[in-house]
Nanobody, 122 residues
Framework: QVQLVESGGGLVQAGGSLRLSCAASGRTFSRFMGWFRQGPGKEREFVAAILWSDGSTNYADSVKGRFTISGDGTKNTVYLQMNSLKPEDTAVYYC????????????????WGQGTQVTVSS
């Protein structure tokens, strides 16, 4: 059974940086991998995704210019470099892998990690 495991979360001051990592325990045969987050009292939201076919990336407007997604499709690993962090970035971050019709919604993904907490203090 495929498992996704995230790491790299933690507590950081506003303006700081963190790098999240996600690795799959087996082959996901996915067309893309992405990151979602869920803040306190908020719904889960799309953060970023990478398509393995051409390496193209997509970002939520709220993180453009601050976050960078990268990864290796052959190894089913994905990273999220987060710079200039803000308190509103505080959330549990989830990585996911899928081949659905959309990269922007959760139903496009089949496999999910357990999540890693990111807390940004002001």
């Amino acid at each position: 059974q495929v498992q996704l495991v995230e790491s790299g979360g933690g507590l950081v001051q506003a303006g700081g940086s963190l790098r999240l990592s996600c690795a799959a325990s087996g082959r996901t045969f996915s067309r893309f991998m992405g990151w979602f987050r869920q803040g306190p009292g908020k719904e889960r939201e799309f953060v970023a995704a990478i398509l393995w076919s051409d390496g193209s990336t997509n970002y939520a407007d709220s993180v453009k210019g601050r976050f960078t997604i990268s990864g290796d499709g052959t190894k089913n690993t994905v990273y999220l470099q987060m710079n200039s962090l803000k308190p509103e970035d505080t959330a549990v971050y989830y990585c996911a892998a899928g081949s659905g019709l959309t990269i922007y919604r959760g139903y496009g993904y089949r496999y999910w990690g357990q999540g890693t907490q990111v807390t940004v203090s002001s």
